[in-house]
């Protein structure tokens, strides 16, 4: 997960503000944009970034995976699962529905405990192990970070 963000509304305004966290996390290495059918995604991609279909060369710019199930183009299952997680979690919290601050904080939590705490079911490791030099090897993963944040 590079960018969350956890908003009363899903339009093109609200999925720019995801798109520049990530953009600005990851320095243009995103290469591939996958979303569903929402009619807001191309718009907000091609205003970030630039979708290479639409740039003036074709060379330069992201593609934009577009899966749309309702129209039978399958299901992007890994995303809908976080989605789900993310859902199931929120729900059982109260005073989410007037302000969306501390949605967006313990967001910011979960993305930290799905990057480099949480092993991939899977892999046997973290997402951090994979992508990055991070390597934390206690027992409590959140005290590494934090005392590697005081560095």
């Known amino acids: 997960m590079v960018a969350s963000e956890f908003t009363k509304h899903r339009g093109t305004k609200e999925f720019k503000q995801v798109l520049r966290q990530a953009k600005k996390k990851t320095e243009n290495q995103i290469s591939v944009i996958t979303s569903d059918g929402l009619m807001a995604y191309p718009q907000a991609i091609q205003k970030s970034f630039t979708i290479k279909k639409k740039s003036n060369t074709g060379r330069f710019g992201v593609i ?4 749309n199930a309702s129209k039978g183009e399958g299901f992007n299952i890994k995303i809908e699962r976080l989605h789900n997680s993310v859902r199931h979690r929120i729900k059982t919290f109260r005073g989410f529905h007037g302000s969306t601050d501390s949605a967006n904080t313990i967001m910011k939590g979960w993305e930290i405990h799905y990057n480099f705490i949480r092993k991939h079911l899977a892999l046997g490791k973290t997402l951090s192990e994979l992508a990055t030099d991070v390597k934390l090897n206690g027992d409590n993963r959140w005290l ?8």
């Open 64 to 67: 934009h995976n577009q899966v």
């Open 144 to 151: 590494e970070l934090i005392k590697l944040s005081c560095i």
